[in-house]
């Protein structure tokens, strides 16, 4: 059964970067046969897609994000991150990874992990 | 970006109920649509993949249809562990976008 499971700071500051990390779990997935998402809920609010990241290459971002979230990957450790830089309250939400079904950005997700309570206050 | 509009917003049903919510696209998105289960405090849960299709392990009672800009989830003879809060997306175009949800409550 696969798991995804969210990881990083509860608490950044104004003006400095998030970090999160999602690690997937649960038996052999090649990382190259699916897109990997990010999405978050602000609190009380409803979903917004951060972007989706492919180990093989093309990553897409929200550009109501304008430009501040970039995503790598590390297959040698079965994860994946994002990165959200000039936060501020505003970003203020849960942070949710997930798996698309394919290596297809236009595919839905299936799986998403638990979620990552982040807060931003200085 | 493509709106997507739910209604209710909220609604109350009973035990036993069948209960219908509407998703509707601002352009026509084919039938790249899905639907998601939450529960308070916990992650969105897939249950329809497009439009109509049931992820794994989803049970019949959710049935999901339409194509082009408007779509429909209607959950039959509701039990308690159906009462969350239910999103519908869409993932024909970039950006990927959400609507709103409908929190289906107990009456």
């Not at chain 1, 999602?22 to 609190?43: M, N």
């Not at chain 2, 509407?22 to 649509?33: F, G, H, K, M, P």
């Not at chain 2, 794994?56 to 159906?82: A, C, M, N, W, Y």
Request: overall charge neutral.
């Amino acid at each position: 059964q696969l798991q995804l499971q969210e990881s990083g700071p509860g608490l950044v500051k104004p003006s400095e970067t998030l970090s999160l990390t999602c690690t997937v779990s649960g038996g052999s997935v090649d990382f190259s046969d699916y897109y990997w998402g990010w999405i978050r809920q602000p609190p009380g609010k409803g979903l917004e897609w951060i972007g989706s990241f492919y180990f093989g290459g093309s990553t897409y971002y929200n550009p109501s994000l304008k430009s501040r979230a970039s995503m790598s990957g590390d297959t040698s450790k079965s994860r994946f991150s994002l990165r959200l830089t000039s936060v501020t309250a505003a970003d203020t939400a849960v942070y949710y990874c997930a798996r698309h079904v394919s290596d297809d950005l236009f595919d839905p997700f299936d799986s998403w992990g638990q979620g990552a309570r982040v807060a931003v206050s200085s | 970006d493509i709106q997507m509009t739910q209604s209710p917003s909220s609604l109350s049903a009973s035990v036993g109920d069948r209960v219908t919510i509407t998703c509707r696209a601002s352009q026509d998105i084919r039938n790249y649509l899905a639907w998601f289960q939450q529960k308070p405090g916990k992650a969105p849960k897939s249950l329809i993949y497009a439009a109509s299709s049931l992820h794994s392990g989803v049970p019949s009672k959710f049935r999901g249809s339409g194509s082009g800009t408007e779509f429909t989830l209607t959950i039959s003879s509701l039990q308690p562990e159906d009462f969350a809060t239910y999103y519908c997306q869409q993932y024909n175009f970039y950006p990927l976008t959400f609507g709103g949800g409908t929190k289906v409550e107990i009456k």
